[in-house]
């Protein structure tokens, strides 16, 4: 490969919350691991290989000017984006006037919704959550309403359709999240998919915001339909949320943008944004997706998916060989796995917590699934050198058959 993704990055002291925060109280991170053992970053989704040269390179050659005072957007952001979405998304048509900057995706799901409805308001998410979606939303005083996930005979998660109709028409809803790809299982929906929940949402008047800043890490095999395009009406009842930060790993720098073609919509959005006086862009933000967005960046993102489909099928083949009682549905999209040991505890008398702690004190450092919704599940990252993913999943059955 052309890039690397096999060294073994030392982010220990170097801000990274990853690895840092182990063992920290506040009972949201892992707990520290047992002496002899280092740490393994399998619990927050950010990725563990260098950034592409061209974010840094960008980032270095403008902080040679020494004057960093306010400043409007180039035209080389908007013109990079619009590139993007072109060439990864098949997005045509996209205006500049179309593109909005969000501090971050959940700071643009809040803008869309501040417009969408009232605080008090429900909101349709389905389930398994993303925990920020639960955070922001409980935080700003909305009423969350889960339509459930379900697996099919397949092995593959679905939305239950039939159940959301019946939340949207009894609960009186107006406001939806579409995670896409979904956030924890990894589903990359099909437009088939896509098409008749946003039917659904016509039907009932309900604006959405498709959070979709997974959409560039697909696997092997699948392909990301934007919800905008699978509709005249999708592309117009729909804020969707994007950043670089999630593909690229800068979520340290700060910066999303969404893309709304209603000017209804984008016009109040861009209001509501601006009542705080604290969404706006950082210099260098800017910088590191005009880097990010390069021709390299493209070679970068396709070779980073395919180490992501081999890591996948790797962790997913050692489970389903060694854990017998513990599934894990092999996700299509992002670098998690969303790993359910509901029968594996029953069989052996233990809880997702004596699991857990087995994990975190030989130094594999999962996250509590039961933050998204799982209730016996945990949550880990294989967005780390291959070396690093043999190394866990090794330490993992250790730490099991001794239990």
Known sequence: MKYDFTSVIERKGKDAIAVDAIGQPGGFCPGAPDEGYDVIPMWVADMNFPAVPTVPAEIIERTKHPAYGYFNP???????????????????????????YENGVLGGVLTALGVFCSKGDKVLVHSPTYIGFTGALNNNGYHIVHSPLHIDDQ?????????????????????????????????????????????????????????????????????????????????????????????????????????????????????ESSLCHYNDMNLLSMYALIGAYKPEGYEWVDELCQVLTGNIDYGCSFIEKNFKGVRVMKPQGTYMLFVDFTDWCAEHGKTIDDVEKALWRVGVAVQDGRMFHGECHIRMNLALPFSRIEEAFGRMKKALDEM
């Open 74 to 100: 180039r035209d080389e952001y908007f013109d990079s984006i619009i590139k993007w979405q072109s060439s990864r998304n098949g997005v045509e048509g996209l205006a500049r006037e179309c593109i909005g």
């Open 155 to 271: 092995g593959i998660w679905r939305m239950d359709f039939d159940d959301m109709e019946e939340k949207l028409r009894t609960e009186h809803i107006h406001a939806a999240i579409m995670c896409s790809p979904h956030n924890p299982t990894g589903r990359v929906w099909e437009r088939w998919e896509l098409e008749r929940a946003m039917e659904l949402f016509r039907k009932y008047d309900v604006y959405v915001v498709s959070d979709e800043i997974w959409s560039d890490i697909i696997l092997d095999g699948y392909k990301h339909i934007p919800t905008q395009s699978v509709s005249e009406d999708a592309r117009m009842r729909t804020a969707a949320m994007y950043a670089p930060s999630k593909t690229f790993n800068l979520a340290g720098l700060i910066g999303s943008y969404h893309i709304v073609y209603n000017s209804w919509m984008r016009d109040r959005m861009l209001k």
